[in-house]
């Protein structure tokens, strides 16, 4: 891997060292003080920018190199002198938990093939730097073979899919979520799942925290989400916009019930796979009801660039009691 951020600071490293060694030779000659004294002394600028350079821009440039995403924290806890532990632990296992969920979504696969990959997820936290708090964050593929023939491109798309979430930021306004970011993640069951992913990453302001910054190093530039952020996400998940929305009914397996979202999966679908389907009217009780049920939901639903059902607005649904697997779509 390319590490263009640390010899970045390399290089600036020997700028100062060239500084430094002339700096010293001349108070050597001047006789104004000895060697020792000029490493000692606490005022000396040449060596601020030196431990600078050091302790602060080389670890940045590290995360710079080595993540796919990278997350700067700010807030009074999470300051360059100290930072809170309820606050970094927040941080890193809400990052963990929502980043591992969005890289599962990106795959297609059967509850099993889920439960099997979501063991091999190898998500790695690359490190901290200071200044406020940074972490960074890399997928790796595992070494086992668990999508034989295709390993690499199921990989490289859900990193892919990790690094936009830097994008998401850039598309929100004070009152609303901008249709174009559609035109950046085109998957309609993609984009869904990376607002609510953007959405629980925005600090309420509980543990300290004000503001997030996610940034994908050499892709996307860094981008901030705060209180007045999650306010518009919170709106787009709770009506969702469709560009063209068509009608159908499906009948499929419900799975994977997101109680707090309103939302769930059907699986199974003859000709379809899997659509993530949005119901505000789901209810706990509904939820018991429904979880690993053959259902047949209705409602008005996008698709993907390929024309494939990805994204469902239920209306209304009903059990099935037979495993019917036929779709009906308009």
């Excluded at 606050?87 to 509850?111: E, G, H, P, Y």
């Excluded at 994008?167 to 799942?193: G, K, R």
Aim: charged share 30%; with cysteine; hydrophobic share 40%.
């Amino acid at each position: 891997m390319k590490k263009d951020w640390q010899h970045h600071t390399h290089r600036r490293a020997a700028i100062v060292f060239d500084q430094i060694h002339a700096a010293l030779e001349a108070v050597k000659r001047s006789g104004e003080m000895t060697e020792d004294e000029f490493f000692s002394n606490p005022d000396n600028p040449y060596l601020a920018l030196l431990d600078e350079l050091y302790s602060e821009d080389f670890q940045l440039g590290r995360l710079m190199d080595t993540s796919d995403l990278i997350i700067h924290a700010e807030g009074p806890s999470v300051t360059e002198l100290a930072t809170d532990t309820r606050a970094a632990s927040w941080l890193m296992k809400t990052a963990d938990r929502q980043f591992r969920r969005l890289v599962i979504s990106t795959m297609n696969l059967s509850d099993h093939e889920r439960r099997r990959i979501a063991k091999h997820v190898n998500l790695q936290l690359t490190g901290f730097a200071p200044g406020s708090l940074y972490a960074g964050f890399r997928l790796e593929a595992p070494e086992d073979d668990l999508f034989p023939g295709g390993e690499d491109a199921a990989w490289k798309i859900a990193r892919s899919v990790l690094r936009k979430l830097s994008v998401i930021p850039e598309f929100i306004t004070d009152e609303e979520l901008l249709p174009e970011i559609h035109d950046v993640i085109t998957d309609p069951a993609i984009l869904d799942v990376s607002i609510e992913t953007a959405f629980n990453l925005s600090p309420t302001g509980n543990y300290g925290i004000h503001t997030i910054e996610l940034s994908a190093p050499g892709e996307h530039k860094a981008s901030e989400l705060g209180q007045r952020e999650r306010v518009v996400l919170r709106e787009a998940l709770k009506h969702p916009k469709m560009r063209e929305k068509r009608s159908g009914t499906f009948v499929g397996e419900v799975r994977e019930i997101d109680l707090d979202a309103k939302r769930f999966h059907i699986r199974g679908i003859e000709g379809v796979g899997a659509i993530r389907c949005v119901y505000p009217g789901l209810t706990g009780s509904k939820a018991r009801m429904m979880l690993e049920r053959i259902v047949r939901v209705s409602g008005d639903y996008e698709t993907d660039r390929n024309g494939k059902p990805r994204l469902l607005m239920v209306r209304e649904f009903e059990l099935v009691q037979i495993p019917e697997q036929d779709s009906l779509i308009d």
